[in-house]
């Protein structure tokens, strides 16, 4: 228990005083270049550095980020002045004594095998490899890293201050980010300049072992009597081995700047980006150990190293394969896991709770239509819709979901409203719709069907069929059209459905943009967006176009303070827009209609029923249905002439005459006196009577 609270105790001391540790070490360090070591003082510190060396390499490969070493320019600093101090050490004890300890010696003599030419070789190449290799390249990153990090800094700090404005990040966030970018340009830079002490370094080596081997062999022969070769095989092993035990924590340090400064941003250690990053692709594997095989086969080559490296490879290759797999399935399984909990969610059970204002279901023998990689054009068809409803009606229907569902007939289509059904139809793609115009004079063969939009009997024909059927008198038209004019027919009946409060209010903000004075009258001091609503709405019931707001909120800022009653301000609306009505339904000024009988008009209007919510039409259900018999007599005679069955009444019943009447007629258009320009000329064909 003493022991282990001791291992915090002294952690802490040591961090408490750190700062003077360094202090000493570092004067030191340079004291060592003039007073004399002994011999055990200096094996001491040539293992010492040594194992400096191993743990700032080890660090370096186990760093993720470049900061998390930002010591490094001086801890290179210090380490090379250290070597250097080792190396003054050595060569005076050298120099004097022609022995510098047990470390030097045993380097000299099992590293290189007692021969001096091996070990001055030797030295010479890791001396190369250093200063041409490492040295150099880590001096070149560090210089170009330098340059970049300080180059981005003005866009780093434009990125922190745009994150910072928009609310992206914290002031303290921020502080941070800026922090880091700082110590990063002072990092690589420091390390541009730290890296000339490798450099350096590498030089120095070159030169103290030029003066160790020429002082020694002047000093042996002259002082110590030996002879040439006693003199020259004694201080080039020293000399040697003396180099090699400080080259090694120098070439061990210089491969540790190299990581640092080549080092990438990553989430991990060097070790595990290696091993991910070269072992991520089995196929690498597979490829090099087809290629060793055969180099194994091939004459005069090595078989055996090259079959072996294969197998390794191959086995690589296949242990990489085998995990991705494992991977895989339990990705999948994590996901299905994921996906379930998900699906529990409250957030995700409220998105089951939106419906698509309009949907349009199509079996799969229809998905052509909307695949343009096959021809498709319903989606245009669906935007040349949209507008067209714009400009007819002045409703802005909303976007229209197609899907498709596999579980309806193939070859059907369904139209969906909120949600709900309102229309389907079946369409052939490799057919087209023939239609009798009433001008056929000879009949063609093919499958009966009943056109979808209005209901007309009609027949599907193959393609070598079209042009015979044109011919002898029918309307022919393909299987998209079919189904855009039914889709168009459909959003025209229920305009008045798609219509809501938040599509007024932004038919009201559009207006607004060029009558603003005129929308500030309306809303919502007379009127509030719902009561709006149910105006607008009204008259899509009857298609009449609500494309002009302006003529509108102007008829309903004269009459709105004047009565709330949303079915009579609909009537001076369409008062108003009796010149958009007569066009509508006139055909060379000619309005062609039947009208109905005073007596029944004065029955009507006898019979209206005013409550807080509306009025209604309370009659008995003989007397209307003699009315309604009457009316389909004479709409018969109408619609037979090839006229569209219109009704004339008095301005005063025009809309409780269509209360009583649209459920059971509904494809009946009502209109009044006064919705007709004077100079129009009204044809009379029947009247309707009881």
Known sequence: MAATDMAPESAGIIKKYSDVMVAVGIVTIVIMMIIPLPTLLLDLLLCMNITLALVVVMCAIYNVEALDLSVFPSLLLITTLFRLALNVSSTRLILLEGYAGEVITSFGNFVVGGNAVVGFIIFVILIIIQFMVITKGAERVAEVSARFTLDAMPGKQMAIDADLNQGAITDAEASVRRTKIQREADFYGAMDGASKFVKGDAIAAIIIIVINITGGFIIGMVQRNMSVTQALQNYTLLTVGEGLVNQIPALLISTATGIIVTRAASESNLGYDLISQLGSKPRVFYIVCGVLLAMAIVPGLPGIPFSILAAACGFIGYSIAKGDKKVQETEVVKKTEISKKEAT??????????????????????????????????????????????????????????????????????????????????????????????????????????????????????????????????????????????????????????LGRQETQNLIDNAKKTNQSLVDEVVPDLMGVGDIEKVLANLLRERVSIRDMATILEVLADYAQATKDTEILTEYVRHALSRQITQQYTQNNQLTCITIDPAIENRIAGAVQRTERGSYVSMDPDTMQKILASLGKELQKLTDMGYQPIALTSPTVRVYFRKLVERSVPGIIVLSHAEIEQSVEIQIIGVVKI
């Open 345 to 498: 969610k409250p957030e995700n059970i409220v998105s089951l709770l939106q419906v698509d204002p309009m949907e349009l279901e199509i079996g799969y023998s229809l998905i052509p239509l909307v695949d343009t990689g096959q021809g498709g054009d319903l989606l245009e068809r669906i935007v040349m819709i949209r507008r067209q409803c714009a400009l007819e009606l002045g409703l802005v229907v909303p976007t229209i979901r197609i899907r498709d569902n596999i579980q309806i007939k193939p070859n059907t289509y369904i139209i969906k409203l909120k949600g709900i059904e309102i229309a389907k139809g079946e369409l052939l793609l490799d057919h087209f719709l023939a239609m009798n115009s009433g001008t056929v004079f000879e009949e063609i063969e093919g499958i009966e069907t009943q056109e979808p939009a209005f209901g007309l009997p009609a027949l599907w024909i193959p393609e070598a069929s079209r042009e015979q059927a044109e011919l002898n008198g029918y309307t022919v038209v393909d299987a998209v059209s079919v189904l855009a004019t039914h889709l168009t027919e459909v959003i025209k009946a229920h305009a008045d459905e798609i």
